[in-house]
């Protein structure tokens, strides 16, 4: 691991590791290697969503039950949050590029045998292989622009871009699977991303340049698998008191296993020589803070687009290409929130804006959960749509400028594996805890007004864990003013993320 006393690092062009002064060859124009890392971004955080509108028909031709369903989303989910730490730390020890390229392979290779499954097992299969390709991608994604971008303005604006684009691709989710679905079927939901995976593919090998930090030593597999393990297992166990209630059997022995998984996972991070989380980041208050802000947003707002979609097509009537252009809105309201946030970071500070963003959204959920089995457009998807995910991008550039300050050059990796974690996990947790909300509000009906009230009791629920979040972000979050994002005359140099490490180099850590 470097020290804070080392001038400089091999993501230093200066550094004799540094790929550019060791290999004679021009480095790659930055905005060329940002677009790349945003193509990484855009396809991992696509396929989390781009599913949801072609569930129906993944019911249909599979014959998928409905937790069934849940699962397609979730195996993806569960498999990405849980291995993305081994992915971000593999990053830091065996280099980005590598490990983006292999992450991309798999991801692609797994989005083949998806497309081409003939069984409900063989789909959850390929979507958990999926995961893991995205969890290996994933965190090299913003250590590679970060590593690309110098600090202050211009890396604030990267950042903001990345997570314009990543949040994008979730929003676009819905209008592709709904172009893909009417016009092909739902296997190209998958499908689609075998020629684009193979050309991204191409171009990373091509002109990214490969970085690492610290020396090889031997990656935590045991602490990946439990943490995985139990994830998948609490998930699970939620996911049964649709069925079998709180107190059966069915449901307490996976929960009380996840509970037991999770706390072996601690114990095996605190005692191994090489932890894939260390736990001496979280006593660092920006990572600690914005990571548990990320879990709390993640798990209520994750679950828009797969109760939008299904209110959209099950109850309005809509077709799946119908569903996606009513959310087209919401895509461009996100992409909004995520560029506005720097100039309002530079004004106001990254935590007054990651505050105001949440609530915002908590707004949009709220309106969200007046829907009626009989609504409008306008007030009954777009506006509070709008509403939801103008708030999800004006939190997510500040969370995570605030998320990755205050770590060391050598722990990048790993504390960018954590930001997407820690938004992934709260969000397969959370899509479990509300499916089974809804579902037992609706109980065995399958009519429009059941199937009505059970979303809307979701979307009540996840306003007022957005409200909680809000406020524990009010509180705990470090308070820094974002000075280098968009400058405008008289403004002085500086981000929330320097100005957070600053605070993490000069003082104790924050508990």
């Given at each position: 691991?470097?020290?804070?006393?080392?001038?400089?690092?091999?993501?230093?062009?200066?550094?004799?590791?540094?790929?550019?002064?060791?290999?004679?060859?021009?480095?790659?124009?930055?905005?060329?290697?940002?677009?790349?890392?945003?193509?990484?971004?855009?396809?991992?955080?696509?396929?989390?969503?781009?599913?949801?509108?072609?569930?129906?028909?993944?019911?249909?031709?599979?014959?998928?039950?409905?937790?069934?369903?849940?699962?397609?989303?979730?195996?993806?989910?569960?498999?990405?949050?849980?291995?993305?730490?081994?992915?971000?730390?593999?990053?830091?020890?065996?280099?980005?590029?590598?490990?983006?390229?292999?992450?991309?392979?798999?991801?692609?290779?797994?989005?083949?045998?998806?497309?081409?499954?003939?069984?409900?097992?063989?789909?959850?299969?390929?979507?958990?292989?999926?995961?893991?390709?995205?969890?290996?991608?994933?965190?090299?994604?913003?250590?590679?622009?970060?590593?690309?971008?110098?600090?202050?303005?211009?890396?604030?604006?990267?950042?903001?871009?990345?997570?314009?684009?990543?949040?994008?691709?979730?929003?676009?989710?819905?209008?592709?699977?709904?172009?893909?679905?009417?016009?092909?079927?739902?296997?190209?939901?998958?499908?689609?991303?075998?020629?684009?995976?193979?050309?991204?593919?191409?171009?990373?090998?091509?002109?990214?340049?490969?970085?690492?930090?610290?020396?090889?030593?031997?990656?935590?597999?045991?602490?990946?698998?439990?943490?995985?393990?139990?994830?998948?297992?609490?998930?699970?166990?939620?996911?049964?008191?649709?069925?079998?209630?709180?107190?059966?059997?069915?449901?307490?022995?996976?929960?009380?296993?996840?509970?037991?998984?999770?706390?072996?996972?601690?114990?095996?991070?605190?005692?191994?020589?090489?932890?894939?989380?260390?736990?001496?980041?979280?006593?660092?208050?920006?990572?600690?803070?914005?990571?548990?802000?990320m879990f709390l947003s993640g798990s209520a707002m994750f679950c828009m687009w797969f109760f939008m979609t299904l209110y959209a097509q099950n109850v309005l009537g809509y077709t799946p290409l119908e569903a996606g252009l009513a959310l087209v809105p919401s895509s461009l309201a996100v992409v909004v929130g995520s560029?506005?946030?720097?100039?309002?970071?530079?004004?106001?500070?990254?935590?007054?804006?990651?505050?105001?963003?949440?609530?915002?959204?908590?707004?949009?959920?709220?309106?969200?959960?007046?829907?009626?089995?009989?609504?409008?457009?306008?007030?009954?998807?777009?506006?509070?749509?709008?509403?939801?995910?103008?708030?999800?991008?004006?939190?997510?550039?500040?969370?995570?400028?605030?998320?990755?300050?205050?770590?060391?050059?050598?722990?990048?990796?790993?504390?960018?594996?954590?930001?997407?974690?820690?938004?992934?996990?709260?969000?397969?947790?959370?899509?479990?805890?509300?499916?089974?909300?809804?579902?037992?509000?609706?109980?065995?009906?399958?009519?429009?007004?059941?199937?009505?009230?059970?979303?809307?009791?979701?979307?009540?629920?996840?306003?007022?864990?957005?409200?909680?979040?809000?406020?524990?972000?009010?509180?705990?979050?470090?308070?820094?003013?974002?000075?280098?994002?968009?400058?405008?005359?008289?403004?002085?140099?500086?981000?929330?993320?320097?100005?957070?490490?600053?605070?993490?180099?000069?003082?104790?850590?924050?508990?």
């Amino acid at each position: 691991m470097l020290r804070a006393t080392d001038t400089t690092g091999p993501d230093d062009p200066t550094h004799p590791t540094h790929p550019s002064s060791t290999s004679g060859r021009t480095p790659p124009a930055t905005w060329l290697v940002v677009a790349l890392a945003c193509a990484g971004q855009f396809l991992v955080v696509l396929d989390v969503s781009v599913v949801n509108v072609a569930l129906p028909s993944m019911r249909t031709d599979l014959g998928l039950s409905g937790p069934g369903l849940q699962w397609v989303v979730n195996a993806y989910a569960i498999a990405f949050a849980g291995f993305m730490l081994l992915g971000g730390r593999a990053g830091d020890l065996y280099g980005r590029k590598r490990m983006f390229l292999v992450g991309l392979a798999v991801f692609t290779l797994a989005s083949l045998g998806g497309g081409l499954a003939q069984e409900g097992w063989q789909l959850l299969a390929a979507r958990a292989a999926q995961g893991l390709g995205a969890a290996v991608l994933a965190p090299s994604t913003l250590t590679i622009l970060t590593a690309a971008v110098p600090e202050g303005a211009a890396r604030a604006r990267a950042i903001a871009t990345w997570t314009a684009v990543g949040a994008g691709g979730g929003a676009a989710g819905g209008l592709v699977g709904g172009l893909l679905v009417d016009g092909l079927s739902w296997r190209w939901v998958l499908l689609i991303n075998v020629p684009v995976g193979a050309v991204v593919l191409a171009a990373a090998l091509r002109w990214l340049p490969e970085s690492r930090a610290g020396e090889r030593r031997r990656l935590d597999l045991p602490g990946a698998v439990l943490v995985t393990a139990g994830l998948g297992a609490l998930a699970y166990g939620i996911s049964q008191t649709e069925v079998t209630g709180w107190t059966a059997t069915a449901t307490l022995l996976p929960l009380c296993a996840g509970l037991l998984l999770i706390g072996l996972f601690l114990l095996v991070e605190a005692r191994t020589a090489a932890p894939l989380m260390p736990l001496r980041l979280l006593a660092l208050r920006p990572v600690s803070s914005a990571n548990a802000a990320m879990f709390l947003s993640g798990s209520a707002m994750f679950c828009m687009w797969f109760f939008m979609t299904l209110y959209a097509q099950n109850v309005l009537g809509y077709t799946p290409l119908e569903a996606g252009l009513a959310l087209v809105p919401s895509s461009l309201a996100v992409v909004v929130g995520s560029k506005v946030a720097p100039r309002g970071m530079r004004r106001l500070g990254a935590r007054p804006v990651a505050v105001l963003g949440t609530l915002t959204a908590a707004a949009g959920f709220a309106w969200q959960s007046t829907m009626s089995a009989d609504g409008t457009y306008l007030t009954g998807i777009m506006l509070p749509g709008v509403l939801m995910m103008l708030g999800a991008g004006l939190a997510a550039t500040p969370l995570a400028a605030l998320a990755t300050s205050g770590a060391e050059p050598g722990d990048a990796g790993l504390v960018s594996g954590m930001v997407n974690t820690s938004r992934v996990m709260g969000g397969s947790l959370g899509l479990a805890v509300m499916s089974t909300i809804a579902a037992a509000r609706t109980g065995a009906s399958t009519g429009a007004v059941a199937l009505t009230e059970g979303y809307a009791l979701a979307f009540r629920v996840s306003a007022g864990v957005l409200v909680a979040g809000a406020g524990v972000m009010a509180v705990w979050l470090p308070r820094t003013r974002e000075t280098g994002a968009d400058p405008g005359p008289g403004s002085a140099p500086g981000t929330a993320a320097e100005a957070a490490s600053d605070t993490s180099r000069t003082s104790p850590p924050t508990r």
